[in-house]
């Protein structure tokens, strides 16, 4: 875009916002099953809109100028804390946000005679390691069982070392929707003289309802011994606009550490309660509207349908010839896969998730990593109870063509040329140039892309190397290089 030189209509404007996103997926509806929660009630989320509309401008940077902030925030955390067993909270931006206070606080607070360090299952989510890596922690990750995905503590306390300030248990981890023996693990870590976060970004507002509503929830929350704070996101099941989570401490001491103050300047004072500074208190607004329009009694008649559509998916899931859903999850996240991975009848998982596309449906590939092979992601929400049928006909469908189709065949020598590429020496230019020739987009916006070539090169990879490969592709993505 170029800057124009007049300032334009806005119908004008707003009319070119909804043509920028004619290839956007949908947010509302059911059939995008990540990214999105919709709650199905169109009027909840054009209240929190107009909600957030009203506090876009007020800044939270000083919340002694803007007073409004602080008692909305008490409402939001406090409701957080009554929900989830007390506690201590952050409004923040996001579960990466909260991971990265819990993170600090913990740093903080229990100074270590080494370098400080991190325990988390391998099934934690990856803001745990972005958090050591801001943060300057090491990480211990240690694995999970391959059929429940649940770490044991024993493998949690083998890992703690006098340098440990933090233990991670996830309720539930997102990749196949189980809680970790959350008691078990904040014992251990107790025992250990070790603080102990849970990570609740997608489950704590989820799983209290689900209980209610007649699941079999394990503990998790800050009630349970050892547990010493807890990531709780808004924007997920809190039905809430995007920017909205919540971190509770156990304490208002760990909490303090996890706020930062600087008076090394000649501006004003800094008084930061979050990674951010400056920011707006729309989403706060938007979080508080979506608790006041729902209440209770929504969040628990959302939970009642969530559970019935999960169960009823895990269940059609398991009815289609040769797949099988991951481990047996305790929330509203199903993960599924072929039963005989690589087997001569296996349908191809990433080719799956282009064959769903092209139906209309969003199913989000999850690539192979730790002994757990490449699968398919799909998070239940409030409006998927309506379409669960036309999901399983469009799984079944998508099974059925991926069979047909065959596993990705990937150009000989690709996977080595690509893992053996020199990434310091190859421009981005160079990069979208060789991308092109395997034939992935980096332009974005194309509609429909097939990503199975993509995503079977990834899965071919080391880690290490599909980060590499990943950041390079943002980077091209972002910069005027890519080819037109
Ligand atoms: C278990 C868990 N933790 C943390 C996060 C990170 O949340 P965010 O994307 O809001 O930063 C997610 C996101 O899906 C999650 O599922």
């Known amino acids: 875009m170029s800057l124009p030189e007049k300032g334009r209509d806005i119908e004008d404007v707003l009319a ?27 009027e909840v989320h054009e209240a929190a809109a107009r909600a957030y509309f009203e506090m876009l401008e007020v800044n939270t940077l000083d919340p002694t100028a803007f007073p409004s902030v602080v008692e909305m925030e008490r409402q939001v955390v406090g409701a957080v804390a009554g929900l989830l067993g007390g ?50 922690v090491a990480v211990d990750a240690v694995p999970v069982d391959p059929v429940t995905f649940r770490t044991s503590p024993a493998a949690v306390e083998a890992a703690i070392t006098p340098d440990t300030v933090l233990v991670v248990a996830s309720a539930p981890s997102y990749p196949q929707g189980v809680v970790d023996p959350i008691t078990e693990i904040a014992a251990t870590a107790a025992a250990r003289g070790v603080l102990c976060h849970v990570d609740a970004c997608v489950g704590g507002w989820l799983l209290p309802w689900l209980r209610e509503a007649g699941a079999q929830v394990p503990p998790f929350d800050m009630s349970v011994p050892g547990v010493t704070s807890l990531s709780c996101d808004l924007h997920k099941f809190g039905y809430a606009p995007k920017g909205a989570s919540v971190v509770l401490f156990a304490d208002p001491a760990l909490r303090r550490a996890a706020y930062f103050a600087s008076a090394s300047w000649p501006g004003y004072t800094i008084i930061n309660a979050t990674v951010q500074s400056s920011k707006s208190a729309g989403p706060l607004g938007g979080a508080w509207a979506t608790m006041q329009a729902l209440g209770r009694d929504g969040y628990l008649e959302l939970g009642r349908t969530t559970l019935a559509a999960a169960r009823r998916l895990r269940e059609g899931v398991a009815a289609i010839d040769g797949l099988r859903v991951f481990g047996d999850p ?7 896969g072929p039963d005989d991975p690589g087997g001569q009848d296996a349908p191809d998982v990433f080719v799956m998730a282009d064959e769903a596309r092209r139906r209309g449906w969003f199913l989000q590939p999850q690539l ?22 036309a999901m399983l006909e469009v799984i079944a469908e998508s099974a059925a063509a991926a069979r047909r189709r065959g596993p990705v065949e990937l150009p000989e020598g690709l996977v080595e040329l690509v893992a053996g590429l020199d990434l310091d020496t190859l421009d981005d230019a160079a990069f979208a140039e060789l991308a092109a020739a395997v034939g992935a987009d980096l332009r974005g916006g194309s509609g429909q892309p097939e990503m199975a070539v993509v995503n079977a090169v990834l ?26």
């Not at 952050?90 to 206070?101: D, K, N």
């Not at 002994?371 to 379409?387: E, K, M, S, Y």
């Not at 080391?462 to 980077?475: I, K």
């Open 459 to 484: 899965d071919a990879l080391p880690a290490g190397r599909r980060e590499a490969v990943l950041v390079r592709f943002l980077s091209v993505l972002y910069s005027s290089t890519a080819p037109a």
């Open 87 to 136: 506690g201590h909270g952050v409004f923040t931006s996001g579960g990466t946000e909260s991971i990265m206070l819990a993170v600090k606080a913990a740093r903080d607070s229990r100074p270590v005679p080494g370098r400080p360090r991190l325990v988390l299952p391998v099934t934690a989510h990856p803001a745990f390691h972005k958090a050591a890596h801001y943060l300057g």
């Open 330 to 336: 305790d929330s509203a996240l199903v993960a599924f």
């Open 16 to 42: 070119e916002i909804g043509r920028l996103r004619e290839d956007d997926l949908p947010v509302r509806g059911g059939q995008v099953t990540a990214y999105v929660y919709d709650t199905g009630r169109p």
């Open 368 to 389: 192979s990593y730790a002994g757990i092979p490449a699968n398919l992601h799909v998070t239940v929400t409030g409006v998927t109870l309506r379409g669960v049928e």
